[in-house]
């Protein structure tokens, strides 16, 4: 689980190395990536909602 | 070459930051406070650019010409380099977060139109503005004022071509002014460079803006929105004037504008409201109608020699007032006032020849738009 989050996170910034890259395609399943990829998308939306928020005030 | 020693040379300028010449390339830095943080932020970004862009091509030319080829350099050839990839990933986020902040801090401020002094409604109309001091009683058009002879090239061209208008926009110096904004045809644009406002005018909607002026002067813009054939001919100008002066101003227009009210109910003479309807019908019906009243058919009838229109006031009356919807006709009932749509249909019918010799009084326009 773990991984997969590191690896979502790497592939938000654009940065992976190509030895993490090889693991991650040879093992687990790709619905994993997709559904972290989404939820921390949002996570990641919500975080600029809440700052833009506290930056009006 | 000779136009590249010319960037060059405006570049050198630039950065020596000659103030007095350095408008004739770059954004004035205006004479608001706003105007001022938004040219300070424009040349903090294109410092940041110049600098990002010496970097990058110092390094890329050095390298290239350091480890060419016929001194026998030889490519490495690596793959992935995380830490480095890392840091030109941060990097940039960094600039551009760092130039981020002082933008939204500018933006903020530009958007917060409360604890205005003065509100003043601006209506874009193809193609004038209308400028209303709201809780003032006071209201009128700007019309660009340029003699279209200028424009045909039949005479030369005065200093403030195409820039200059009969009635300018007055506002005191110092004071918050807030302007809401709309139209009443189709999107225009208030475009003042020095004020740094630019803000669209849409037909159903009122957005806002402010400005304090910082510095008394003549300040001039047009509309920035392709709005039709006359865009071009819609410039705005804007009078900043000393507190005082203004407040001076703004009670005689108020006390013109009570005797105007008056006017309506009394009798005008025939002279009277044909000379004020002429000044009316040149700055306001002629970019249609034309100077003579010939109009240019088929899209805008003729006046002169009408038959329906010498036969029928009635019929005359209410076009002006009510415009003609679908077309291109306006309606005047709220943008002049009784007295001046009396005068522009009286003038109307005793010009070019239309000698009916009939007199429409102001008190019986304010009749039928009282209805
Ligand atoms: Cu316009």
Redesign the interface.
């Known amino acids: 689980m773990w991984s997969v989050v590191k690896s979502v996170l790497a592939a938000l910034l654009g940065v992976q190395s190509n030895q993490k890259r090889q693991e991650d395609f040879s093992s687990g399943k790709p619905a994993a990536y997709i559904v972290t990829g989404i939820v921390i998308t949002l996570l990641f939306v919500l975080m600029l909602i809440v700052l833009a928020t506290f930056a009006a005030r | 070459m000779r136009s590249a020693w010319r960037w060059l040379l405006v570049i050198t300028l630039s950065a020596s930051g000659s103030q007095a010449n350095a408008n004739d390339w770059n954004m004035p830095v205006g004479v608001t406070d706003v105007s001022a943080d938004i040219f300070g932020l424009h040349m903090t970004i294109f410092w940041i650019c110049v600098v990002i862009g010496l970097v990058v091509f110092g390094a890329m030319f050095y390298s290239l010409f350091r480890y060419r080829h016929s001194k026998g350099a030889k490519a490495a050839n690596f ?2 380099h ?1 830490s480095v ?2 840091l030109w ?1 941060a990097i940039p986020v960094l600039i551009l977060v760092g130039m981020a902040v002082p933008a ?1 801090a500018t933006l ?1 401020n530009m958007y917060d139109s409360s604890d205005a002094e003065l509100d003043v409604m601006i209506t874009g109309q193809q193609w004038r503005w209308r400028y209303e001091y709201l809780g003032e009683d006071v209201a009128f058009t700007s019309n660009m004022s340029t003699p279209r002879t200028q424009v045909s090239g039949a005479e030369t061209r005065g200093e403030h071509y195409l820039l200059e208008v009969d009635e300018p926009l007055v506002l005191p110096i110092n004071r918050k002014v807030r302007f809401l904004m709309t139209s009443d045809d189709v999107i225009h644009s208030w475009w003042v460079p020095d004020l740094a406002v630019k803000q669209d005018t849409i037909p159903g909607f009122i957005n806002e803006n402010w400005v304090t002026i910082n510095e008394p002067g003549i300040y001039r813009g047009q509309c920035t929105e392709l709005c039709g054939i006359n865009h071009g001919f819609m410039p705005v100008v804007v009078h900043a004037m000393e507190e005082d002066e203004f407040d001076g101003w703004l009670a005689e227009r108020k006390e013109a504008a009570a005797e105007e009210a008056m006017g309506v109910d009394r009798e005008w003479a025939m002279e009277e409201l044909v000379a004020r309807g002429q000044e009316i019908y040149q700055s306001i019906c002629s970019s249609c109608h034309q100077a003579e009243g010939q109009g240019s058919p088929p899209a805008f009838p003729a006046l002169a020699n009408n038959e329906q229109l010498i036969s029928d006031v009635d019929w005359h009356l209410n076009k002006v007032i009510n415009g003609v919807s679908g077309a291109a006709m306006p309606a005047f009932r709220s943008t002049l006032n009784p007295v001046e749509i009396a005068a522009v249909v009286t003038y109307t019918r005793n010009a070019w020849g239309n000698d009916t010799g009939d007199v429409v009084q102001p008190s019986e326009v304010a009749e039928l738009i009282a209805q």
Do not use: L, Y
Request: hydrophobic share 10%; proline share 0%.
């Open positions: 793959h992935e995380t990839e890392v990933t939204t903020k």
